[in-house]
């Protein structure tokens, strides 16, 4: 393969962190002479993408296969990207700055919907053409996954082949497909054809695009072009991810990157049930790994990277049933070596004095509570199952352990929301902020921090809220400034997103493959990087929108009926559509539904469906 080292260097002096794009860090993984080459792409820059657990899981289990090798590649930050175009240099992987053309595949991972523009720049800095149809024989594939494979039609005409679900197993095979069929010398179009048959592999260009009537008579959005092809895709689930090692080796970065520490999951799913989460839906069933396995890992972990913080990670880790057992080993095990134990989220009915005392030790930062709405009434019709009392009883025990500063997060634009529920999150955050300064000396009272963090509903894909559209972002702002109005406390900051990009969130998440071309027409206008702030260009989506005639209003505000066949309805999490139209018609009566890890079976599906079943380690009380 060619390197581009020499190249490269020339320009590392321009560069604003040259850090980012040199590679041999602590413990990555090299293997120059393998014959099949898979290259990993985190579409962002590497201090956001190199704590991605995706990149790190698939690029450890690909080189495990003989005859393997992955190596990873990051976005350049927008500044080096347009030097590498003025001076024509190829994106390339990190391992063996290798050009991303040259390698046998290239996936890309979807973390979130604003990263869509940058998937194209990915694609055209690495001189691949932008859509699958466009390839030629000599390009590699493109393979896609992530939590936007869920609903993968505003991407289709751009990738080759999506991997829905946990690929510890499906990239693997679909890889070593791909290598038999290239080493017998199968065309493109045969490789697709028989990569196509994988369970949970979806070829969408073996697909014709059907318009709103034809998909809501036919049940789908899809025609299959060939008899033999599937027609529903269920995702697939590493069933044996319970008893695996919780240590992955992970690489030590030369700079300073987003979550810079030890990541370890310790669970994966969660099946709290809140109505809004896609992550709850797409990660089910509840699957632990046991307190041993978890323990005897981060001791390892931190021995083989020494980082002096470790997180254990999942969707809600204070849920695992051995987690007091393994904060109480590992703090034992790091006592007096400076070593700091995080929970990245701590659920308010499952915080209490016991817990508050386990997490962080003596290093305390900041903690973030989530109680989403500010009333009772619309926590039930969002199945939030948590009360004041939850968040007042863990407030207490937070600032009586010591902690000083809490966030708050809440969305706006739940459906079914009034002024009252946006007034009610002053009035709690207020009443949050008394309990805290009351549960700390007098003398500290002045350092009671309390700050409410506030995100724009977004509905999403595979979710029973996914019938519902988006408040306009007009109407976000007002509530916006309801609630600031509302907040009388001075010490009480209130912090929200901006409502443009959740529009655009909105859309891609709920849109077909209308959207690919909208996408394409607003990264020619320079849209990218649209998750950043300072680079978020309203004005090039809107041109899009205009030269396209393409209406995203309709996509990201429209409200359905709950019998209408959304675009991603091939695609199942393996949760049946009929429990959430169960599911929605309960949010309207405002009755929840409680967690089945906790109680008995839900009937979501999921676990039939998948040939799986929840995996917890000791019983688990609500």
């Known amino acids: 393969m060619t390197d581009l080292w020499g190249r490269l260097t020339a320009l590392l002096g321009d560069a604003e962190r040259p850090a980012r794009y040199i590679n041999h860090e602590w413990g990555c993984t090299y293997k120059p002479h393998e014959p099949y080459r898979f290259c990993m792409v985190y579409p962002d820059t590497y201090e956001l993408g190199q704590a991605n657990q995706a990149i790190r899981i698939l690029c450890n289990v690909v080189n495990e296969q003989a005859g393997m090798a992955a190596e990873r590649a990051f976005l350049p930050a927008p500044e080096f990207c347009d030097l590498m175009r003025e001076k024509g240099l190829p994106l390339f992987s990190l391992e063996s700055c290798a050009p991303l053309i040259e390698f046998d595949v290239v996936g890309i ?83 697709l054809r028989e990569l196509a048959k994988l369970p949970g592999c979806y070829v969408p260009s073996l697909y014709d695009w059907a318009g709103e009537a034809e998909a809501q008579d036919a049940g789908s ?25 919780a240590w992955e080796p992970c690489i030590v970065p030369f700079t300073e990157a987003v979550h810079d520490r030890l990541n370890v999951e310790i669970l994966r799913g ?64 790091c006592e007096g070596k400076g070593i700091r134990i995080s929970i990245p989220s701590q659920r308010l009915d499952s915080f209490g004095v016991d817990m508050a005392g386990l997490v962080a030790g003596q290093k305390k930062g900041g903690l973030t509570f989530a109680p989403e709405a500010g009333t009772q009434r619309l926590r039930d019709v969002i199945n939030k199952n948590v009360t004041e009392d939850d968040l007042f009883s863990a407030i207490d025990a937070a ?17 079914t929301e009034t002024d009252d529920d946006i007034k009610g999150i002053a009035s709690l955050a207020q009443r949050a902020y008394d309990r805290a300064k009351a549960a700390v000396p007098p003398e500290q009272r002045g350092h009671v921090r309390m700050s409410v963090s506030c995100a724009l509903f977004v ?21 916006v400034n309801l609630l600031r109005s509302s907040v ?78 959304m675009p991603w309805n091939h695609i199942s999490t393996g949760v049946s559509n009929a429990f959430m139209r169960l599911e929605r018609k309960r949010a309207d009566a405002g009755e929840t539904t409680p967690d089945c890890s906790f109680t008995s079976c839900t009937a979501c599906g999921a676990c039939p469906v998948l040939d799986t079943d929840i995996v917890t380690r000791e019983v688990r009380h609500a």
């Open 488 to 565: 009388k406390y001075r010490a009480v900051d209130v912090h929200w997103h901006d409502p443009s990009t959740s529009f655009i969130e909105a859309v891609m998440s709920r849109g077909g493959r209308e959207c690919a071309d909208w996408v394409e027409r607003a990264w020619e206008h320079g849209a990218r990087f649209d998750a950043w702030s300072e680079s978020f260009d309203q004005a090039a989506w809107d041109a899009a929108s205009e030269e396209l005639g393409f209406d995203p209003v309709s996509v990201a505000q429209r409200s359905y009926d709950l019998s209408y066949v």
């Open 399 to 415: 600032f009586e352990a010591g902690w000083r500063r809490c966030k708050l997060y809440f969305m706006i634009g739940l459906p």
């Open 270 to 333: 969660c099946t709290r049930g809140c109505r809004f989460c896609q992550a709850g839906m797409m990660y089910r069933p509840v699957r632990e790994r046991s307190a041993d396995n978890i323990v005897e890992s981060v001791i390892k972990g931190l021995e083989e990277t020494g980082y002096d913080e470790v997180s254990l990670t999942s969707l809600s880790s204070t849920d695992h049933s051995q987690i007091a057992d393994i904060l109480t080993r590992l703090n034992r095990a």
């Open 221 to 245: 959005w899809i025609r299959p072009k060939h008899e033999d092809l599937p027609t529903e895709f269920t995702k697939r689930l590493f069933d044996g991810f319970a008893d695996s090692p």
């Open 459 to 479: 509905p999403k894909a595979q979710t029973p809220f996914q019938w519902d559209g988006q408040i306009p972002p007009e109407e976000a702002m007002r509530r």
């Open 109 to 191: 991972t979807l973390p979130h919907e604003l990263a869509a523009t940058n998937v194209l720049e990915t694609l055209d800095l690495a001189g691949i053409p932008l859509r699958s149809v466009d390839r030629g024989e000599s390009d590699p594939l493109v393979f896609a996954g992530g939590p936007c494979a869920f609903n993968p039609e505003p991407y289709a005409p751009f990738f080759d082949a999506f991997s829905i679900g946990e690929g510890e197993e499906s990239v693997p095979e679909m890889l070593a497909l791909h290598r038999s069929l290239k080493e017998r010398g199968a065309s493109r179009t045969e490789m």
